[in-house]
């Protein structure tokens, strides 16, 4: 068994799942954690992004094991785990996200692609020398 409890709760504008080519990267959200997580805040100041984990739970769809890379019809299907695809078996989202400020119990990011009201599971500085691969390879369809 596994328990995953909330440690916060993503607060934007965007309340319903918008249209495929919505801006994501234009929305500001703030991060509100719980009281007793302050403690664990301390020192985030210095990192210009952050990775956040969230639970999907906004954007019930079906799970399938093939998809359409992006949502694109154009496009061959692929395997779900060689997609973004928010649909997935364990509804997880990883966002890198640019980090603007901290206010006591609250972090303002930009790019977060969560709904309103959306579970924050856990919060990772980015590390450049560790989270970036150089020479990454990745399929022509993917961008």
């Known amino acids: 068994m596994i328990n ?3 440690i916060g709760f993503v607060h934007n504008s965007v309340k319903e799942n918008p249209a495929r080519d919505f801006k994501w ?3 500001i959200s703030e991060i509100w954690l719980k009281e007793e997580y302050v403690p664990a805040l301390e020192g985030l100041e210095g990192f210009s992004h952050l990775l956040i984990i ?3 739970d906004k954007q019930p769809r079906p799970v399938s ?3 359409h890379p992006r949502g694109d019809q154009s496009l061959s299907q692929v ?3 060689a997609s973004r695809s928010p649909t997935r078996p364990n ?3 990883l966002k890198l996200v640019s980090f603007i400020k901290r206010e006591e119990n609250s972090l303002r990011v930009q790019g977060l692609d969560a709904l309103n009201g959306t579970a924050v599971l856990d919060i990772k500085p980015y590390l450049p020398g560790y ?3 150089h020479g990454a390879k990745v ?3 993917s961008y």
Do not use: A, M, R, T
Request: glycine residues 8%; without cysteine; hydrophobic residues 40%.
């Open 4 to 6: 995953l409890s909330p």
């Open 25 to 27: 990267e234009n929305v």
């Open 54 to 56: 969230y639970y999907i």
């Open 65 to 67: 094991l093939k998809v």
């Open 79 to 81: 395997g779900l785990f």
């Open 91 to 93: 509804p997880l989202g």
């Open 131 to 133: 989270d970036s691969v």
């Open 139 to 141: 399929p022509p369809w």
